[in-house]
């Protein structure tokens, strides 16, 4: 089984900060990687996937990239909407997949 | 776009089984693009793949249940159902149903709390 690990596990940052979150995976992936942002009693929301493509409808501050194992999200530029907990979750075996353990985003 | 609404009990007992439904409104559940997975969240924690179903009825779970494990899909009602036998305490989630493709899970049901206890 593929396992991915997010790091950090928990990180703070303020509004307008520059933020990246990093995934890895056990074995390679190609570009078969997916980012999600879940806010507290919802369903989680996709940001990113193939890696590096923008899901329609989400704001260009959010940018992924990576290829094979190692793996980034990216915020440029925080906004208060933005502090969640964030996933990543590979697909190379799809349709198993596997999340990481995620990552939570607080405000400083 | 695709909506997928879950329906099913809250409270199983223990050894019981859990059993939740999908239904998908606003596009076919044979649709050859997607497949149809279910998706888990204890309390506090992280997110679990339990497994995913083509509309044909072809199956793959995830090791650490598929033993007690059954996900079916009735392509007469554009619906897929989980079925999770021998439940504990553990099984207690929020459930997620979703369609995966292979860029990801791009729409989820509302999630339904699972609770298990007597």
């Known amino acids: 089984d593929i396992q991915m690990t997010q790091s950090p596990s928990s990180v703070s940052a303020s509004v307008g900060d520059r933020v990246t979150i990093t995934c890895r995976a056990s074995?390679?992936?190609?570009?078969?990687l997916a980012w999600y942002q879940q806010k507290p009693g919802k369903a989680p929301k996709l940001l990113i996937y193939a890696a590096s493509s923008l899901q329609s409808g989400v704001p260009s501050r959010f940018s992924g990239s990576g290829f094979g194992t190692d793996f980034t999200l990216t915020i440029s530029s925080l906004q208060p909407e933005d502090f969640a907990t964030y996933y990543c979750?590979?697909?190379?075996?799809?349709?198993?997949?596997?999340f990481g353990q995620g990552t939570r985003l607080e405000i400083k | 776009q695709l909506q997928l609404q879950q329906s099913g009990p809250g409270l199983v007992k223990p050894s019981e089984t859990l059993s939740l439904s999908c239904t998908v409104s606003?596009?076919?559940?044979?649709?050859?693009?997607?497949?149809w997975g279910w998706i888990r969240q204890p309390p506090g924690k992280g997110l679990e793949w339990i497994g995913s179903?083509?509309?044909?009825?072809?199956?793959y779970y995830n090791p650490s249940v598929q033993s007690r494990v059954t996900i079916s899909v009735d392509t007469s009602k554009n619906q897929f159902s989980l079925k999770v036998t021998s439940v504990t305490a553990a099984d207690t989630a929020v459930y997620y149903c979703?369609?995966?493709?292979?860029?990801?899970?791009?729409?989820w049901g509302q999630g339904t709390l699972v609770t298990v206890s007597s």
């Open positions: 606003h596009g076919s559940i044979s649709n050859t693009n997607y497949w």
């Open positions: 979750q590979q697909a190379n075996s799809f349709p198993s997949i596997t």
């Open positions: 074995q390679g992936v190609s570009s078969w």
């Open positions: 979703a369609s995966q493709d292979y860029g990801g899970v791009d729409y």
């Open positions: 179903i083509y509309y044909s009825g072809t199956t």
